[in-house]
Each structure stands twice: as C-alpha cells, then as structure tokens.
C-alpha cells in the first residue's frame, strides 16, 4: 500500500520539477492573441500584431499608448521593416487587452540592480520577472520602455507575417518558398515572373500555420529602421481630426462635471444641489467615492459641459477633509529631515568602506540638497467617457490611459461587471508624463455614468481640478558627503535621501497590497550612477505620507540627478579639477559614458570663452552626465542672468544621447527637445506647494510652463551604436536641472541646492 507519505513527497516532486522546467523555459510566445483580433471586411489576421487587407493596407497593432512620444511611428516601423511592407500603405490601431502586449522590459528594469551588475542573481532575477510579467503582468506605457519592450516581438511578428506570406505565394504558384521575395508590399517569384501584392495573398496566409523560429534582417539591411521618418500623427494632430479623450462623442452624449474636496483624499460629508437641479439642462447631481486614491465628490450631469459646470458652482458641500488636512509644505520638509536624522536607510549600493574612508579623508565636503513635490500638469486635463448598458451586462469605456488593462478592472469594478465585460477603448493622449498610469479618473466616471444606464457620460476636470488632485512627484531630502586624499583625489562618496515611495502607494492603491520592502524608484539616479568611487554608499529612507505620490517623468532620476551631478560638480570644484575632466577621471572603465560626456564638451566649445547675452550679461556653461531607463546622456547649458530682476536664461543645451541602436533619429531629436523643455519648466518654476492638504497651485500662472521666447536652442547628437536600443522619452530631463545649476555657480558662485533653482 502506498503511505500517503511518499504521495505527498512524490506530489512535491514532481510540482518542484515542473517548476523548475518552468523556470528554464523562455517566456511565452507573443505572437497569438488569446482570442483572434477582430477584423473588418476584407482584413485578414496574420498574429497578434498585424493585419492585412485586401486593399494592401497593412494595420499594425499598437499595444503602447500614444501621448506625444511617436511610437504609432517607431513601433510600426518595427513591424514593417521585418514585413517588407510599403509603408505608404501601413496604418496602426489600438490593440485589445491581451496577455502578449504585456510590458516585460518595464518591470525587469525595475529591479533594484546597478547597471553595472552583470551577476547571476539580477541574470536570474531579471530572467523570471520577465517570464512572469508574460503571464501575470500589465499593458503598460511608461518607463521609457515601448521600444525597448517590443523590439524582438514586433520584429518577430513581422517576419513571422512575411513568412506566412511568402508560404501563401509559393503554395499558389507551386513554387519553393526560397525562391519567393518580398519587399515594398510585394511577392515575386523572378523565375516564373509571378508577382502578387500582399492584399492578394493575405486570406491565403492566414491560413498557414505559424512558422516556428523565424530569422530577423541583419541591420545593414534595414531600410526603414534608423531612418528619420515623418511621424504618423502629425497630419491628424494639425488639423484637428486627431481624436483625444475629450473627442470622444458618442450619440446620445451627457457631461459630468465635478466637485471634489479641496484637501487630498477627502470625501463629501453633506451637500445640497436644489439650487443646481433647477438650472437648464441639468440631469443628475450624485455623490462620488474616492477609488484608486482620489478624493470623494459631487458630479452635476447635463446635456452640455457648460450647463454642467455652471450648475456644479451652485452646489452647497460640506467635506470630510481626512487625514491629510494638517499636511503642510513645512511639516513635510521636517518629517523628511527627522527621517535623516534618525536613519541611513536602505543601502542600494555599496562599495569599499564609505564610513571609514570618510573619516580617515585628508578633506571632506558635505552638502543638503531638496526637491518639491511636483504637478504633472497635462496639456490636456483628464477625462474618461462611460457607456454603461446593464441591461446587456457590458460597458465601454474610452480612456486616455497609459495602463488599459488596469483602467479596465477600475471601471469595471466601480460598474459591478467582470473585466471581460467591459470593452476598453484608449484614445490619444494630451500629455501623460506618468499622470496616466493612475486611474482614479476612470473609476470616478464609471461612478458617475452606471448612475445613467444607456447614456454614455463623459466626465471632464477643470485645469485647476487637475492641478490640485494630482498624484505628485515625491518630495525628496538628500545628505552627501564626499572625501579626498592628501593629492586631492576622490576616495570616498555617501548619499542618503529621504522621501515617500511611489510603488508602495500605487500597490495599495490599485491592488490593496501592503507596501513593504526597498523601492527602486525612491534611489534611482542616485545609487546607479556610472562613477567609478573607491569607496561607496547610496541609501535612501522611505517616509510614510498622506499626500498622494506617482510616476513623474523620469521618477527618481528627475530629483536625485539633480542631487548627483550638482555634489559631482561640489567635488569636481573641491577638488580643483575641471568639471569634465574630473567626471572622465572616474570613468576610466565606462567607456561610452566617457565617449558622451566628452563628445558633449567638444561640441559646446568646453574650455573657450563665451560671448555676452543680448542684453550684455555674461554667460557661462555647466554640464551634467546621466543615465536612465538604458540609456546616457550628457548636457551642456549656456545661461545668463538679467541684472534687473535675477531671471535665469538658457541660451542653448547642447544634448548628446546613447540610446543605443537609433530606430528613427528624428523621434529621438524631437524626444530630447521635449524632456528638456519639460525638465527646464521643472527646474526654473516647478514647485507644490501645501497648506493643510490643501494644493496652493491651481493653474499655469502659479506653476509656469517654458515660454517661447525662453525656450534655448537645442543641439541633439545621437551616437552611433548597433546595441539594442534602449529608453528615449524620459533620459533627456534629468541632466539638465543640474547642468543649469552647476552653470549657475560657474556664473555667479552661488551653489543652488533646492529646486526650483531661486538665485538669491
């Protein structure tokens, strides 16, 4: 007889077997959707990722969201290099929500790894976060990762197209495959002279099985991939049919405008809407709860979004102000500091003795730096529209959402429906910035609009409701301290940051999960810096927060860049050496930061003298050294300062980046112009401030935005490189907030430490 003993061990035997046969098993395919793509009239599906038609129009699936960044351009090109398609022919359409458009790369660079790590616990580590994110992961847009992502899977999905094609032409013609080419929409076979278009064969190859491992095009063959191609979206965005979530008009459209407390994460205690219920138009006043970490409210329903914003203004409302009503701007800054007093937090990085080097250094510097919270401020203020039928248990929703597969759960859930119940559409985006990867918004529409069954609602916010319910970049403290032997070399280095952690609020918030454990995003930009110090350590404190944070553009690296290159340039100054030369001397075995820093300084001219400003101020240059999400850049800045008031000017940042293998230079131009832009409004007039939960800035005249006319000239050079290509949206902001400070000090000796940068 059989003990239940050895079952039990036998059982175990074989789950652990089976477990680890899992682990050494590549994630799974990404070409099949779990259920076939739907397809219009004449539209044959090949995968998961492309259609073709019988008019030859090939629909490419994006499975990222677009939100100024072009990858309706780059990830298409991906796909219809490999395909040989005409690209004059090649349109692209949102994807479904589907397990294959999972965002691996995302989450595996979010592991708490320095870049130089080349061990086998991150090779481990980095290996099952991937092939878990392919079976339990999210569709995400975010971390500067949609190229990086879905480089191998779109290539492979369209050589996997054009091999199905190719085996479509050969069976019809009775020819061998290998003798079958395509390119630019076309199948030739030169020894019969048979050519068909890729409409004509199209039902044809979807009939062929998917073909096993399928080879990808050398580079030297690429004749779209690293070319400067127009983006796709411009026509549309110019002249207005481009369709943003605001667009979206349904027949039968309602208009929800809101009231939500005035103190972050408050609820509605009582209110009265009689005076609103009696004005034109209106259809229902309701109450609303704060989900997914927005705050509580009253929506006015009317038939146009003026009589909905005019009734709101006459709804009485007392609130629930919670916990967050005796946060302030002061206590915040105090909490984090007593953090610092009281702990040297989590070490994310370690080398040598930092604390021993320090105290045997011949001469040490010490500095504070800090960093305020910060508003996202999309051009375009959120929004989500809601069709909710109940009667045919479904939904839709149209949603400008940098994560559709949550927004979907979100709606659902405040809907009462199951997730494969709801039908997600994701319109363009008006600026996401990370603002988008939460989805209070959504469930707050879904409230309002299962309150109006058979009527699509499209809830809309003000500027100023966006402004001041945001999930802000965390404010952040940081001590540095940096030690010298007796020639002045550098032999030690010690940061220690305090702030809030992004991930363990977005956790809660989303998932309800306890947060817990290190947070990359809090130390990014600060422990995984390239420079080579003999002695090393990098911590940072997380301080619990009732004021809601999330993922700003570029995260971590946005502040603690700033912290890092401002005390590199305090060293390179204690020191006596030349700023650039002092970052080379710790790079002897990083050769491509080494390459960037120093291509940067040759192009701006480092070491000559400068001209005046226009109105006769000196200038002077500062540069900086960063890399994040993969990839590396340097900037160098060109300022002034007038002497009437004090105001900051750039005049030109020269940027260079290594993103790896360029998949079209043009985006990444127009990539780098933007994050600079960004980063600049950040570092010159970017600040929230709070006085009792309560957000002190509601529009662009109290958190500005670059003007035209201060706008610098932007120089982009794009080294060369065939390594894969890494991050573009988000790399170009960190640099520049130091590389104007340190350029500030070079100009005035004031060493600025607090942003926005404020000259005395």
């Given at each position: 007889?059989?003990?239940?003993?050895?079952?039990?061990?036998?059982?175990?035997?074989?789950?652990?077997?089976?477990?680890?046969?899992?682990?050494?098993?590549?994630?799974?395919?990404?070409?099949r959707?779990?259920?076939?793509?739907?397809?219009?009239?004449?539209?044959?599906?090949?995968?998961?990722?492309?259609?073709?038609?019988?008019?030859?129009?090939?629909?490419?699936?994006?499975?990222?969201?677009e939100?100024?960044?072009?990858?309706?351009?780059?990830?298409?090109?991906?796909?219809?290099?490999?395909?040989?398609?005409?690209?004059?022919?090649v349109?692209?359409?949102?994807?479904?929500?589907?397990?294959?458009?999972?965002?691996?790369?995302t989450?595996?660079d979010?592991?708490?790894?320095?870049p130089?790590?080349?061990?086998?616990?991150?090779?481990?580590?980095?290996?099952?976060t991937?092939?878990?994110?392919r079976?339990?992961?999210?569709?995400?847009?975010?971390?500067?990762?949609?190229i990086?992502?879905?480089?191998?899977p779109?290539?492979?999905?369209?050589?996997?197209?054009?091999?199905?094609?190719?085996?479509?032409?050969?069976?019809?013609?009775?020819?061998?495959?290998?003798?079958?080419?395509?390119?630019a929409?076309?199948l030739?076979?030169?020894?019969?002279?048979k050519?068909?278009r890729?409409?004509?064969?199209a039902?044809?190859?979807?009939?062929?099985?998917?073909?096993?491992?399928?080879?990808?095009?050398?580079?030297a063959?690429?004749?779209?991939i690293?070319q400067?191609?127009?983006?796709?979206?411009?026509?549309?965005?110019?002249?207005?049919t481009?369709?943003?979530?605001?667009?979206?008009?349904?027949?039968?459209?309602?208009?929800?405008?809101?009231l939500m407390?005035?103190?972050?994460?408050?609820?509605?205690?009582?209110?009265?809407?009689?005076?609103?219920?009696?004005?034109?138009?209106?259809?229902?006043?309701?109450?609303?709860?704060g989900?997914?970490?927005?705050?509580?409210?009253?929506?006015?329903?009317?038939?146009?979004?003026?009589?909905?914003?005019?009734?709101?203004?006459?709804?009485?409302?007392?609130?629930?102000?919670?916990p967050?009503?005796?946060?302030?701007?002061?206590?915040?800054?105090?909490?984090?500091?007593?953090?610092?007093?009281?702990?040297?937090?989590?070490?994310?990085?370690?080398a040598?003795?930092?604390?021993?080097?320090?105290?045997?250094?011949?001469?040490?510097?010490?500095?504070?730096?800090?960093?305020?919270l910060?508003a996202?401020?999309?051009?375009?203020?959120?929004?989500?529209?809601?069709?909710?039928?109940?009667?045919?248990?479904?939904?839709?929703?149209?949603?400008?959402?940098?994560?559709?597969?949550?927004?979907?759960?979100?709606?659902?859930?405040?809907?009462?429906?199951?997730?494969e119940q709801?039908?997600?559409?994701v319109?363009?985006?008006?600026?996401?910035?990370?603002?988008?990867?939460?989805?209070?918004?959504?469930?707050?529409?879904?409230?309002?609009?299962?309150?109006?069954?058979?009527?699509?609602?499209?809830?809309?916010?003000?500027?100023?409701?966006?402004?001041?319910?945001?999930?802000?970049?965390?404010?952040?403290?940081?001590?540095?301290q940096a030690?010298?032997d007796?020639?002045?070399?550098p032999?030690?280095?010690?940061?220690t940051?305090?702030?809030?952690?992004?991930?363990?609020?977005?956790?809660?918030?989303?998932?309800?999960?306890?947060?817990a454990?290190?947070?990359?995003?809090?130390?990014?930009?600060?422990?995984?810096?390239p420079?080579?110090?003999p002695?090393?350590?990098?911590?940072?404190v997380?301080?619990?927060?009732?004021?809601?944070?999330?993922?700003?553009?570029?995260?971590?690296h946005?502040?603690?860049?700033?912290?890092?290159?401002?005390?590199?340039?305090?060293?390179?100054?204690a020191?006596?050496q030349?700023?650039?030369a002092?970052?080379a001397?710790?790079?002897?075995?990083?050769p491509?930061?080494?390459?960037?820093?120093?291509?940067a300084?040759?192009?701006?001219?480092?070491?000559?003298?400068?001209?005046?400003?226009p109105d006769g101020?000196?200038?002077?240059?500062g540069?900086?050294?960063?890399?994040?999400?993969?990839?590396?850049?340097a900037?160098?800045?060109?300022?002034?300062?007038?002497?009437?008031d004090?105001?900051?000017?750039?005049?030109?940042?020269?940027?260079?980046i290594?993103?790896?293998?360029?998949?079209?230079?043009?985006?990444?131009?127009?990539?780098?112009?933007?994050?600079?832009?960004?980063?600049?409004?950040?570092?010159?007039?970017?600040?929230?401030?709070?006085d009792?939960g309560?957000?002190?800035?509601?529009?662009?005249?109290q958190?500005?935005?670059?003007?035209?006319?201060?706008?610098?000239?932007?120089?982009?050079?794009?080294?060369?490189?065939?390594?894969?290509p890494?991050?573009?949206?988000?790399?170009?902001?960190?640099?520049?907030?130091?590389?104007?400070?340190?350029a500030?000090f070079?100009?005035?000796?004031?060493?600025?430490?607090?942003?926005?940068?404020?000259?005395?």
């Open positions: 007889m059989v003990s239940r003993r050895r079952i039990i061990l036998g059982s175990l035997g074989a789950a652990g077997a089976l477990a680890i046969g899992w682990s050494v098993l590549p994630p799974r395919q990404r070409l959707t779990a259920q076939p793509l739907p397809t219009a009239a004449g539209q044959s599906a090949l995968n998961g990722w492309v259609k073709i038609g019988r008019d030859d129009r090939v629909t490419i699936m994006l499975a990222k969201s939100m100024g960044q072009g990858v309706a351009t780059a990830l298409a090109m991906l796909l219809a290099e490999e395909l040989d398609a005409d690209w004059s022919h349109a692209t359409e949102m994807s479904p929500v589907d397990k294959i458009y999972n965002n691996l790369a989450v595996v979010g592991l708490p790894f320095h130089d790590d080349q061990g086998s616990l991150k090779r481990i580590a980095g290996w099952m991937a092939k878990s994110m079976e339990i992961g999210l569709m995400v847009t975010g971390g500067s990762s949609s990086k992502d879905l480089w191998q779109m290539r492979e999905a369209g050589a996997s197209a054009r091999a199905m094609l190719v085996a479509a032409a050969a069976q019809a013609w009775g020819v061998p495959a290998g003798e079958v080419t395509a390119a929409g076309l030739r076979h030169a020894g019969s002279g050519q068909a890729f409409g004509e064969m039902e044809r190859a979807a009939q062929q099985d998917l073909p096993g491992r399928v080879a990808l095009k050398d580079p063959k690429f004749t779209l690293g400067p191609m127009p983006r796709r979206d411009s026509a549309a965005k110019s002249d207005g481009a369709r943003f979530g605001l667009d979206v008009l349904p027949p039968g459209l309602l208009y929800a405008s809101v407390c005035p103190t972050l994460g408050g609820s509605v205690s009582s209110f009265d809407a009689k005076a609103a219920q009696a004005l034109p138009g209106v259809k229902q006043v309701l109450r609303f709860d989900l997914r970490g927005g705050s509580g409210g009253i929506a006015v329903v009317a038939d146009t979004p003026w009589h909905a914003m005019q009734a709101a203004k006459q709804v009485a409302v007392q609130w629930d102000p919670g967050a009503a005796t946060v302030s701007s002061a206590g915040l800054q105090q909490q984090l500091k007593a953090a610092l007093d009281a702990d040297d937090g989590f070490g994310y990085y370690h040598g003795d930092a604390a021993t080097a320090l105290q045997s250094a011949a001469k040490t510097i010490r500095a504070e730096y800090s960093a305020p910060l996202h401020a999309t051009l375009e203020p959120q929004n989500c529209t809601v069709l909710f039928e109940p009667d045919k248990t479904r939904a839709t929703v149209w949603a400008p959402t940098q994560v559709p597969d949550i927004a979907r759960g979100a709606a659902a859930q405040a809907l009462g429906l199951k997730s709801v039908e997600l559409q319109t363009l985006l008006g600026g996401g910035f990370g603002r988008r990867l939460d989805v209070d918004f959504v469930a707050q529409a879904a409230q309002i609009a299962r309150a109006l069954p058979g009527r699509p609602v499209q809830t809309f916010w003000s500027r100023e409701q966006d402004m001041t319910h945001d999930f802000y970049r965390p404010p952040c403290i940081a001590r540095y030690g010298f007796a020639q002045g070399r032999v030690a280095w010690q940061a940051s305090a702030g809030p952690s992004i991930v363990q609020q977005y956790l809660k918030r989303q998932w309800g999960l306890p947060g454990g290190p947070d990359k995003t809090t130390a990014e930009g600060a422990f995984d810096n420079y080579e110090w002695n090393a350590r990098v911590g940072h997380i301080v619990e927060t009732p004021v809601p944070v999330g993922f700003w553009r570029s995260v971590g946005s502040h603690q860049a700033f912290f890092t290159e401002s005390f590199v340039d305090e060293a390179a100054s020191a006596g030349d700023p650039v002092f970052r001397s710790l790079l002897q075995r990083h491509r930061h080494r390459q960037v820093l120093q291509r300084a040759a192009l701006a001219g480092w070491g000559t003298s400068l001209g005046n400003a101020a000196k200038k002077a240059r540069i900086a050294l960063h890399q994040s999400f993969g990839s590396i850049v900037q160098v800045v060109e300022v002034s300062v007038a002497a009437a004090k105001q900051v000017r750039v005049h030109r940042v020269i940027a260079v290594d993103c790896g293998l360029a998949v079209n230079p043009n985006i990444i131009r127009q990539q780098m112009e933007s994050a600079i832009v960004f980063g600049l409004s950040a570092a010159l007039y970017g600040e929230i401030t709070l009792k309560q957000v002190q800035q509601t529009n662009f005249h958190q500005a935005m670059l003007r035209f006319h201060e706008c610098p000239q932007i120089e982009t050079e794009i080294i060369a490189s065939a390594e894969p890494e991050g573009v949206g988000e790399p170009g902001t960190p640099p520049i907030a130091p590389a104007v400070a340190n500030l070079a100009l005035t000796g004031q060493r600025l430490r607090t942003l926005p940068l404020r000259l005395a």
